[in-house]
């Protein structure tokens, strides 16, 4: 997807300085960013925990790769005021309805041809840290669009207050997942479940890492 120049240093001021917060005035730990793709459709697949999670993650990966995207979806409600959502938009988020939005759907598979892409698979914050069942709807995007994917493990940002200085925290990419003997089966809903599932658990795996 073409992205002008001006608005990806935009994008890469606004993530340093998140970055700077993160691992400058906090103690945010993160592992196997070696595992993320340099290019293609990619789809970083993290459990929720906290709204730091949404500038976190894309600032971790923007730091790896400059000058790059980190699109997402996000609930339509905060696109509502206007300035907000020029911020949002600016940094590569969309909105997205909680019902089933076709539209929506069709541009995450067009960014996942060539793209990074942020999902939550949870599709809800859990703030206790446990977590959750993941939507069958990332499944059905999976299969459909077959983008490379990394599952990762958010830690301690529950816990994180603003301003906060000192505070810990640790996100952990895990290797791409392979579904290749998924992609085999029928495109159904038990298909489409298991990939979640498979997705799911390696998101639990990388929540063991300490």
């Known amino acids: 997807m073409k992205t002008s120049l001006l608005r990806r240093v935009w994008v890469l001021l606004v993530a340093s300085v998140i970055g700077f917060y993160g691992y400058g005035l906090n103690r945010l730990r993160v592992t196997g960013s070696e595992h993320i793709p340099p290019a293609g459709g990619v789809l970083l697949a993290a459990n929720h925990i ?13 730091r790896s790769f400059p000058l790059q995207m980190v699109w997402a979806p996000a609930k339509e409600e905060l696109f509502r005021n206007r300035f907000l959502a020029w ?11 909680r019902r089933r939005d076709v539209r929506a759907g069709k541009h995450l598979g067009e960014l996942l041809k060539s793209e ?55 996100i952990s990419f895990g290797a791409p997942i392979d579904f290749s003997d998924l992609f085999l089966l029928e495109d159904c809903k038990e298909t ?19």
């Open 87 to 97: 911020i949002f938009s600016s940094w590569g988020a969309f909105p997205v309805r």
């Open 116 to 170: 990074k892409v942020m999902l939550f698979p949870e599709g809800t914050r859990n703030k206790d840290g446990i977590l959750g069942k993941g939507n069958r709807g990332v499944g059905k995007l999976i299969y459909d669009h077959r983008p490379t994917v990394i599952p990762a493990g958010l830690q301690g940002l529950n816990r994180w207050n603003f301003p906060g200085l000192g505070q810990p925290g640790q």
């Open 50 to 62: 906290s709204g730091f999670d949404t500038v976190l993650l894309p600032a971790v990966v923007l």
């Open 192 to 210: 489409h479940l298991l990939i979640v599932e498979r997705l799911m658990a390696a998101i639990a795996g990388q929540l063991d890492q300490n």
